[in-house]
């Protein structure tokens, strides 16, 4: 008996021995994985703080005409009145709007190349390697690829997107400072907001709101960027002028073009999704995309009227249909995106909205 005992007992401290160094184990495995976790979101966060100023900084370059009234270290004065300054970690446009924060060093500097002015920003935000960009001034190309996990390269649209042909850009990300306003990244121009909507670090929250701007475009390719809360007709992108719309429905999935069934998706709910539709030059619908790949080609017979002259975006006429959801980008290009390119754009809109 006593033999037996000595066996059970002996088998017990094993046991307990055992447990202990496993759950040891998986104590440390999981502060690790808590770690690398908490890791990822920093440095997520400081390279959107990179991107903030990045944004702000092209846009300014690529004004024609303008140059450098004096520059220093810390401070760069263009002739446009716009000043750049680094102070207290964090980047300021005229000293009272804070671009980006959370700056661990940021040094500007200046020389002229083949007859080209060339500023070069060192920066280093909090939780992220040193970075140097260049930029020309008074020319939309960046001569020097920024290369870090959001690839910006001189194939870029304002160093994120594809810029060929692109001629609106609405971001969740890049708003604007203006109340009340959703600005265009392209030319500048404001759309203005009405209803019940939601400036969210992403994206605009869309219960029933509305965009609204009266400036002309003539898209060949649409992208948009959401994720769709609502099971009815939802209106997204409104051509104002001809009386023709873009819905999303998402239990019958599919995305109408004004009274056509532009293409049916097996779409995820409430699910981020870059959509895509292509028009060819007769303006009908020709390839539609979700998430960089093609699901069919000449969905409709509708076509699209060509230059749009006022766009409406979240609702249709006398507030029926409204959108309920996230928009956190539309794009608008002058021409056909080929596959390389939306699979490129979708790529870049996975890493800025995380999904």
């Known amino acids: ?14 046991y307990i021995i055992v447990i202990l160094i496993v759950v040891g184990i998986l104590a440390t495995i999981m502060a690790n994985f808590e770690s690398n976790v908490d890791k990822l979101n920093k440095e997520g966060t400081s390279s959107t703080e990179i991107d903030k100023f990045n944004i702000y900084f092209i846009k300014e370059v690529k004004k024609q005409g ?14 446009t009145g716009n000043k750049y300054t680094y102070k207290s970690n964090s980047i300021y446009l005229n000293d009272n709007i804070k671009i980006s924060e959370d700056i661990e060093k940021c ?5 002229i190349e083949n007859g080209k002015t ?19 001034l008074s020319n939309e190309e960046i001569i020097s690829n920024y290369e870090d996990e959001r690839s910006y390269t001189t194939e870029s649209s304002s ?11 609405l971001d969740g990300i890049f708003k604007g400072d203006t109340e009340g306003k959703w600005i265009d990244q ?11 909507y939601t400036f969210e670090d992403k994206s605009v929250h869309f219960t029933n709101a509305m965009a609204d701007r009266n400036s002309s475009i003539n898209p060949k390719t649409l992208e948009i960027v959401l994720k769709n809360e609502k099971d ?32 049916s998706f097996s779409s995820l709910k409430d699910t981020i999704i870059t959509y895509t539709i292509c028009f060819d030059q007769n303006n009908t619908v020709l390839k539609c995309y979700k998430n960089g790949q093609l699901q069919a080609e000449s969905g409709s017979t509708e076509k699209w009227s060509g230059t749009i002259s006022g766009v409406r975006i979240g609702k249709y006429y006398y507030d029926r249909y409204p959108f309920q959801g996230n928009i956190y980008c539309i794009r608008a290009y ?22």
């Open 1 to 14: 008996m006593r033999s037996q005992r000595g066996v059970t007992l002996t088998s017990l401290v094993t």
């Open 66 to 79: 303008n140059e450098i009234d004096s520059i220093s270290s810390r401070e760069v004065l263009f002739t």
């Open 107 to 111: 040094v500007f500097e200046s020389n």
């Open 118 to 136: 060339i500023i070069s920003v060192t920066i280093k935000a909090k939780n992220s390697e040193q970075k140097q960009i260049e930029y020309v």
């Open 159 to 169: 160093g994120i997107y594809v810029k060929n042909g692109l001629v609106l850009w």
């Open 186 to 196: 392209i030319y500048g121009t404001e759309f203005t907001m009405s209803g019940d």
């Open 232 to 263: 009815g007709y939802g209106v997204v992108f409104l051509n104002d002028n001809a009386n023709q719309s873009i819905v999303f429905n998402k239990s019958s999935e599919y995305i109408q073009m004004g009274g056509e069934n532009a293409k």
């Open 334 to 355: 002058n021409r056909e995106l080929n596959e390389d390119e939306i699979q490129s754009n979708y790529a870049m809109d996975r890493q800025r909205f995380g999904f």
